[in-house]
Structure formats: structure tokens, C-alpha cells
């Protein structure tokens, strides 16, 4: 099994900074896409930001020049760096990842959420 942990949340004044980490642990043979997914109260859970094993990201339009994804395939970590926060990035985020596992089985799993909280 496949567990992501998240970190890196809190809470931050409008126009400042935060960077998540969400850090994978179990027999990973490979990753395939990874991502960062968000869900305000009483919204639906959206996409923030996606990493393939190659490298191709894809942001929501709402993020695009202010978030940006990274990974690091050595750890089996993904991060997300958010800059110029808006009180509208409020939210719990979870980490997505897919890929397979040791035993050529695929996985697809999410982390416990991290929530960042952005004042005005």
C-alpha cells in the first residue's frame, strides 16, 4: 500500500507564502502522475497542479503564474510552492498520486490533507 503524507500548511497573510510537501512511502516501482488537489468548505474538491514522471505540469487557471509543482523522484516527494496567496486559496489540500507499485500492481492514493489558511 501506498501512503502519502502531507505537510507544510498553516496559515499565512494575504500575498504571502507557503510551500507543501507531500512525501510517499511504500514499495513504489514508479510514479506516473502526481498532483495537489484542493476543497474549500462547501465547494467541490478542484485540481490545482499536476506532475508526470516526465516532467509536464498543468495548473489551474486560478494558480497559473503564482503556484508552481516540483518533484523529487529520489525522495518520492512532490511539492508545491505557493506564492502571492489570496484568501481564495483558503482550503484543505491533498496530495494524488498514481503510478505503480513494486509488484506491478497500479495505485492510486491520496493523503490526509493539509489545510492552509490565507487572512486578509
Known amino acids: 500500500q501506498v501512503q502519502l503524507v502531507e505537510s507544510g500548511g498553516g496559515l499565512v497573510q494575504a500575498g504571502g507564502s507557503l510551500r507543501l510537501s507531500c512525501a510517499a512511502s511504500g514499495s513504489i516501482f514508479r510514479f506516473n502522475v502526481m498532483g495537489w488537489y484542493r476543497q474549500a468548505p462547501g465547494k467541490q474538491r478542484e485540481l490545482v497542479a499536476t506532475i508526470t514522471s516526465g516532467g509536464s505540469t498543468d495548473y489551474a487557471d486560478s494558480v497559473k503564474g503564482r503556484f508552481t509543482i516540483s518533484g523529487d523522484n529520489a525522495k518520492n516527494t512532490v511539492y508545491l510552492q505557493m506564492n502571492s496567496l489570496k484568501p481564495e486559496d483558503t482550503a484543505a489540500y491533498y496530495c494524488?498520486?498514481?503510478?505503480?507499485?513494486?509488484?506491478?500492481?497500479?495505485?492510486?492514493?491520496w493523503g490526509q490533507g493539509t489545510q492552509v489558511t490565507v487572512s486578509s
Open positions: 494524488k498520486c498514481n503510478g505503480l507499485k513494486s509488484d506491478w500492481r497500479p495505485f492510486d492514493s
